[in-house]
């Protein structure tokens, strides 16, 4: 009998391919996907521990299965992802009918264990090894990944794929459990990203976007020499049928000149980079570990505006991190305001067990402060975007189309003529009146409306010569 799988995925873009990874793996074994929760026989859910939020949402889904699972013991739960590392057997306890706990370093076992779990019944547990359990080698390999395993039916788009370069981090900004829940910094074959890259332009992807935690400290050193970010790319540009190529997230201390060049000569890479400042105060980056100051981060940007002066730039920023004053937080909103970022994902900082912070240091800002602060700094953030965004107004902008706008899907329009959305290289959003057919191209489009988020415009058609009017009316 076909096995259905419902999967559900929080969390970051490591989540998303990572969640790609476990389907593709399942679908060989004959499973099918399915959106209802009710049909399904194995439920996982892939999990984020960042902040606090992303765990509750997950128990609050696991709760709502608690008498359904009861009424139907065959079918299994199983809990994956960093939230699976950091709590492990914790988990069981909050949540007893759970079957199944996987750490993001084992889910090549996926398919295995829910076998395991349907024929001996037992809860089971694969995660990878602590930070402090063994040799380096040994951690490093129990934190590895099966990537290679591609489905593009599990992409939003199958023009579109994240392709993992490192795996974990070591940069322990002291607020952080990646480095925990992911391990150490591991910078993967450059032989194996280009043979995914490969197969990824085979199943006719165009987009690429490279992952890392810090994705420009990409270094690999080992029987296939020393390779940098910059050299990946240059390779990458070589792989035919690839036609974009994008990489996040960025450390401020490595984004280099080098890198800055080769992301302006190479003509596939998008001149969008997500470099998350974290605090416009050098008191908050100290206390944060982030390893540079300001001052630094005001150095890249100028490096930036020299090589790429039409480059996007976007930001994190954590409001109310451990002794954050008023004053230290109108750094930030100076910060905010001087380097007039594309965007930025502003977050109320949230204590999390394992780390530097909460060893070391109260999280003693109130909530309404830190709400407060996020506000703030959204709406400022959110009037810049704007402003940045209204500079596009007449002009033409490269679309690669990903498919009809969510708000055209909500109202369930049909017809020939629908709206579409799709993306330009530097990752804006797109809204315009197109065709179902247009779905995987790159169309030029002229902007003629804005909002912080979107632009909104048409597309260029060819001019109609006077002979074909002349046969439309004869
Ligand atoms: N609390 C709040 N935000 C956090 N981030 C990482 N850890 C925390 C935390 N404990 C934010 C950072 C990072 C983004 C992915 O999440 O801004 O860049
Ligand atoms: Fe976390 Fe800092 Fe590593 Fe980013 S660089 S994943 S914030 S520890």
Redesign the pocket.
Known sequence: MVQHLYIETVG?QMNMLDSEMVVASLRRRGYEITSDIRQADTILFNTCS???HAEDKIYSALGKLRDWKEKHPEKVIGVLGCMAQKDQQQIFRRAPYVDLIVGPGQLQQVPDLIEQVRQGGEQLVAVSRDRQDGSLADIKRSHETFDPLRDPTMRPTPFQAYLRIQIGCDKF?T????PMTRGPEQGRPPSQILQEAQLLADQDCLEITLLGQTVNSYHYQGEEGDWRLADLLEQLQEVEGIRRIKFV?NYPRDMDQRLLEAVRDLPKCSPYLHV?L?SGSDAVLERMRRGYSVDDYRQMMERIDRVLPEAAVAS???VG?CGETEEEFQLSVEALREFRFKNS????????QG?R?MEQLPDDVPYDVKQRRNNLLLEIQNEISEQENRRFVGSSVEVLVEGQSKKSAREGAEGPVIQMVGRTPCDRIVVFDGTRRQVGQILPVTVYDTTPHTLFGSVMTEHVGPELYLLGSS
């Open positions: 970051c960042v902040r606090q900004c607020y952080c459990v990646v997230t998350p974290q994190d920023f954590i991190f994902f502003i977050f109320k900082y949230s204590e999390r780390t912070a």
